[in-house]
Each structure stands twice: as C-alpha cells, then as structure tokens.
T-cell receptor
Framework: EPEVTQTPSHQVTQMGQEVILRCVPI?????FYWYRQILGQKVEFLVS????????KSEIFDDQFSVERPDGSNFTLKIRSTKLEDSAMYFC??????????????FGPGTRLTVL | KNEVEQSPQNLTAQEGEFITINCSYS?????LHWLQQHPGGGIVSLFM???GKKKHGRLIATINIQEKHSSLHITASHPRDSAVYTC?????????????FGKGTLLTVNP
C-alpha cells in the first residue's frame, strides 16, 4: 500500500541553524501539508501546498518557515534559523483532493526535531 | 475558530471491554477524522467520516452532524489497542485544507 515517507526520522540541530525536513508524498496526491506536535501538546496545522503554491498557512508559519517541492517528488519544510521552541515532531500529510471522495489526508511517520 | 474537544483525556480498560471515546466540535465541518498514534510513533488514519457510521474490524465510528458530535468505539479491546486516539476536523466554511485536532485520548488496555 502506498505511504507517505519522511526523512530524517530524527534531526538534532543547534539553535540558529537551518534545517530541511523532507517528505515524499503518495504518488498521485496533489495536496501537501505540514503539521507539528510539540511534546505533550496537540497536533497543529502549519501549511498546505498545492500546485506549487501555499494555499493556506497558520500563524505559526512565519518568515522563518518555507516550503517547496523542488524536484516534483520531495516536499520540503525549511526552518531558516531554528529556535528552541521549534523542537517538535513534524508530520507531513498528503491528499489526492480536498473535496469529494479523495480528500482523506494520509500522514507520514514524522521527523523529530530537537533544537539544542 | 473551530474548537475540538475530546473526552475522556485518559482511559484505562481491561482486555475485552467495550471502549467509547467522544469528540465534539463547535462549527460546521465537511469531514471528521479519527486517528491513532502510538507513543513516539506516527499518525495512522482510522476513519474519515462526513455522516453516519463506519466500521472496520473491531472499530466503529459514528457522527451526528446536527449535534456536532462523533464517537469512536472499540469492541473487545486488546492491549495492542493502547495508543492515543485523536479526532480532527476539517471546517466546512473557509479553509478546505487544514485539519484542526483535539488533544487526544490516551487509551491503556491492560491484559
């Protein structure tokens, strides 16, 4: 069964460093999302991406964050200058559509980001 | 803003018991997801509902759109069902993209 994959599974970085989290969507999916979960808290929406554009973003997704799909397969989340409070589990999700029968989001296994 | 509330926050059961986890939300939705997450693990989608009831194995999910309420039931619970169960909704107005999550229910099933 097709699945969303994410790399790395765990990333440790120093405060102020740039990190790039990678996601490989399910092949016929067109909508891509990033969510994060700070330890002990609920999952929060960061951004959605369709047709090479951000379609929606939350207030968390400030200028330190960016997303792109550089090569038509990977979907990446970049944090330019990491802060301690960016430490969280980051989940990628993808869906085939946003309405109708194919709007279910499928999640990757997550990347645990630790900022020291 | 859509608020998603779950109850209970924590639930401990004996193997074989019937489990119910509840989810209520504050605004109209186009879909509701039930998700499972094992400690330190990824998110697995169990169901996506927009009306009625769905069943998969020992899991049953129901939704009442008028009452803005959904339940997840587990029949004949087993220790391997121990996980965090979360509901997440997609609002019907405005955003078609994001899911808003509840805080999750930690289920522990003892043998």
């Amino acid at each position: 069964e097709p699945e969303v994959t994410q790399t790395p599974s765990h990333q440790v970085t120093q405060m102020g460093q740039e990190v790039i989290l990678r996601c490989v969507p399910i092949s016929n999916h067109l909508y891509f999302y990033w969510y994060r979960q700070i330890l002990g808290q609920k999952v929060e929406f960061l951004v959605s991406f369709y047709n090479n554009e951000i379609s929606e973003k939350s207030e968390i997704f400030d200028d330190q964050f960016s997303v792109e799909r550089p090569d038509g397969s990977n979907f990446t989340l970049k944090i330019r200058s990491t802060k301690l409070e960016d430490s969280a589990m980051y989940f990628c999700a993808t869906s085939r559509a946003i309405s109708g029968g194919h709007n279910e989001q499928f999640f990757g296994p997550g990347t645990r980001l630790t900022v020291l | 803003k859509n608020e998603v509330e779950q109850s209970p926050q924590n639930l401990t059961a004996q193997e074989g018991e019937f489990i119910t986890i509840n989810c209520s939300y504050s605004v109209g939705i186009s879909a509701l997801h039930w998700l499972q997450q094992h400690p330190g693990g990824g998110i697995v989608s169990l169901f996506m509902l927009s009306s009625g009831k769905k069943k998969h194995g020992r899991l049953i999910a129901t939704i009442n759109i008028q009452e803005k309420h959904s339940s997840l039931h587990i029949t004949a619970s087993h220790p391997r069902d121990s996980a965090v169960y979360t509901c997440a909704v997609r609002s019907s107005g405005g955003s078609n993209y994001k899911l808003t999550f509840g805080k999750g229910t930690l289920l522990t099933v003892n043998p």
